[in-house]
């Protein structure tokens, strides 16, 4: 059964990605490595670190020694900046049904679903890279046999 909170998948790729790269302290990382490690696609991870990478977010250094790094202190980059970077703004939560029907001005559901919107948006936007990496256990990463953001794909690498 899916979760109710949904995101695409360029904004997986792109908050896994960095929250690695925040654990690696600076290290250059390899591409090739990290889509391994999570099961990504290597031409989707490629084009969602180019976004990244626009947004001054993760900074890649060409050659036989490069790789991909964040590009500022992961203490100072949150998950919103990321989300945000990748999907556009996160938008106010509203009515379930189309606005011409319910404009969500007095719509109970509507209010509820900006209620959690704006709790999760909040969340993000003081959760740090450099917080929640510091709380993760990277030891069992490597060792996913289906592909955390497609499941049905299995293992890429």
């Known amino acids: 059964m899916p979760g109710l909170i949904q995101i695409s998948e360029a904004a997986s790729i792109g908050l896994h990605a960095c929250l690695w790269l925040a654990a690696q302290k600076g290290r250059l990382c390899r591409g090739a490595e990290i889509c ?3 099961g990504f696609s290597a031409a989707h991870f490629a084009k969602v ?6 947004a001054g977010l993760v900074e890649s250094v060409r050659g036989p020694r490069g790789g991909t790094r964040l590009a500022r202190d992961p203490g100072a980059i949150t998950l919103l900046e ?9 938008a106010p939560g509203r009515c379930l ?6 404009a969500a001005r007095c719509c109970p559901l509507g209010r509820e679903l900006d ?3 704006r709790g999760l948006r909040d969340t993000l936007a003081k959760t740090t ?3 929640l990496s510091a709380a993760t256990d990277w030891s069992g990463i490597a060792k996913h046999k289906k592909n955390p953001v497609n499941p049905e794909r299995g293992e890429e690498g």
């Open 129 to 131: 890279l450099l917080s």
């Open 97 to 102: 049904l189309a606005p011409r029907f319910c």
């Open 82 to 90: 990321v989300y945000e970077n990748l999907n556009g703004p996160a």
């Open 36 to 38: 391994r490690r999570f």
């Open 49 to 54: 670190m180019q976004a990244l990478a626009r």
């Open 115 to 117: 209620r959690a919107n």
